[in-house]
């Protein structure tokens, strides 16, 4: 997936439980549509140019990860969430 690729927003349901999870700063397991897996502290949601991202903590490093390029999260307390687009 090019960085240049459009946009397309996630579910409106599927970003409150990424705004959730950021508020209690839960630290998530995340697929990514790449392949990627990983454990991250949701720390915030941000908009740039029109494209939406979660900021997470990835064993210390701060990542920006493009909401329409996480496949799946989860947490004990939210279960797993699939992201759909909107």
Do not use: W
């Amino acid at each position: 997936m090019s960085m240049n690729e459009a946009y397309h927003p996630i579910n409106c349901d599927d970003y409150d439980n990424l705004e959730l999870a950021c508020q209690q700063q839960l630290t998530l397991a995340l697929t990514l549509k790449d392949g990627e897996a990983l454990q991250a502290k949701a720390t915030d949601l941000i908009s740039r140019k029109n494209v939406e991202y979660l900021l997470a903590d990835v064993a210390g490093e701060s990542r920006e990860l493009r909401l329409d390029r996480i496949a799946s999260f989860s947490h004990p307390q939210t279960g797993t969430v699939v992201i759909g687009e909107s």
